[in-house]
């Protein structure tokens, strides 16, 4: 392997007890890791951050939302800085990896850049995206929506968690526990924003490659199905004469399985919620909704198969009345341009195996991408698993993430 400049000053075994000392704060009995957002343990894991960063001597400054910017200087102090960072919170019972490292793996760079003497144009940032799951409150990446968004910050706010914790509580209760730093601005200049990140799927291990140059974030589409039919006794009513909303689900569900098909097993389509109306033994079911969650990477399809939905549904619903709604859509984020083709020959330079790839999760990037020339890094996990304690990941695969985010993050500060 040909080791670039600032790549051959990553430091493994830095970066990896890094996370060692990071999984200890909400640490399971599994190996997991269960840090909510602005919880305590959030907490105790930034000022952790904050406390190396300021070993170093770089400056922090915080947003209205805790999104936390800490800046390696460039020579050119009016110039927008290059960001790199993920979420340091966790799902319930979530890993050590998920989040955490795209934040440790930038910090790590920054170190790298000092240890190297290196003087890039641009200040060069390690960010901490507040709330990027959606374990507490519901809906995530709070912290990077409001950032590039600061008109969603009053309803973001007024957000509760399952005890009516609202966000602007959590995220003061947060702050209190903080070192005083200095306040950033919503919607600051940023030149270029670079995550690395876990694949959280199976195929860099699958294919054997190291890096996954992210091409885009997948497209979604949540649907509210519900099937209208009629209650009756279980023990009077005839057949002929149900309207029976169970039984005209289960052939919608297999139409619509059939329908949603693919044989490149490109497309994500789940139904995880199902409810039945009265719910009751001797009931014939009046009454049935459940849910799509359909994903895709091609916007084409998302619209073409969302768009057929209704029309299958009502072919199987018999003697039922079918109600389709969606509940939300995003769009499918494309990664094109400078950051991806950075991190392409970064990642050449350096000689790792690689491939192009989709991810099939929402990350902060999403937003970021609306306001600035994005990309995003991944890295194998242990078969693909995620968002689960056994998340797994090898020192090897961390550092070389480390060393591409790096190749690429100096290569944008100087432009
Ligand atoms: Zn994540």
């Known amino acids: 392997m040909t080791a670039g400049s600032i790549a051959a000053y990553i430091d493994e075994a830095r970066l990896w007890s890094r996370h060692v000392e990071m999984a200890k704060i909400g640490a399971t009995p599994a190996g997991g890791v269960h840090r909510l957002a602005f919880t305590p343990e959030d907490t105790l894991s930034r000022r952790l951050l904050l406390g190396w960063a300021d070993a170093r001597g770089f400056q922090s400054q915080i947003d209205d939302l805790g999104n936390i910017f800490i800046r390696r200087a460039g020579i050119d102090a009016d110039a927008a800085p290059v960001i790199s960072g993920s979420h340091i919170d966790t799902q319930p019972k979530g890993g050590r990896f998920d989040g955490i490292y795209g934040i440790l793996a930038a910090f790590e760079v920054l170190e790298a850049m000092d240890d190297a003497g290196v003087k890039t144009r641009r ?11 959606s374990g507490r409150f519901d809906i995530g990446c709070l912290g990077s929506q409001a950032f590039v968004d600061p008109s969603k910050l009053p309803a973001i706010f007024e957000k509760r968690d399952g005890d009516g914790t609202s966000v602007r509580d959590a995220v003061a209760a947060m702050k209190r526990g903080l070192p005083k730093l200095g306040q950033r601005a919503f919607r600051s200049p940023v030149a270029y924003c670079v995550e690395a990140h876990i694949e959280q799927g199976p195929e860099l291990e699958a294919q054997g490659k190291t890096i996954g ?3 885009a974030i997948q497209g979604q589409r949540f649907f509210k199905i519900e099937v209208v039919g009629e209650a009756g006794h279980a023990g009077n009513t005839p057949e002929r004469l149900r309207k029976d909303a169970v039984t005209a689900t289960i052939p919608i569900i297999a139409g619509l399985r059939k329908l949603f098909h693919d044989p490149a097993d490109i497309v994500r389509f789940t139904i995880g919620r199902i409810d039945v109306v009265p719910n009751a033994m001797a009931v014939i079911p009046g009454y049935v909704m459940f849910t799509i969650d359909f994903r895709h990477p091609d916007e084409a399809t998302l619209t073409r198969l969302g768009g057929q939905i209704e029309t299958v549904a009502r072919e199987h619903a018999g003697p039922c009345d079918v109600k389709v709604t969606e509940i939300r859509r995003s769009k499918t984020t ?23 790839m989709p991810s099939g999760a929402g990350h902060d990037c999403r937003y970021l991408a609306e306001m600035c020339p994005t990309g995003m890094i991944f890295i ?36």
């Open 334 to 356: 494309y990664f094109e341009g400078v950051v991806p083709e950075t991190i392409l020959a970064a990642t050449e330079r350096l000689g790792y195996s690689y491939m192009h």
């Open 213 to 215: 140059v992210v091409t």
């Open 123 to 133: 200040p060069v940032e390690a960010v901490v995206w507040s709330a990027e799951e």
């Open 380 to 415: 194998p996990c242990w078969k693909g698993i995620s968002h689960n304690e056994a998340e797994d990941a090898t020192p090897a695969d961390v550092a070389a993430g480390a060393r591409v985010l790096a190749e690429t993050l100096v290569s944008l500060a100087n432009r």
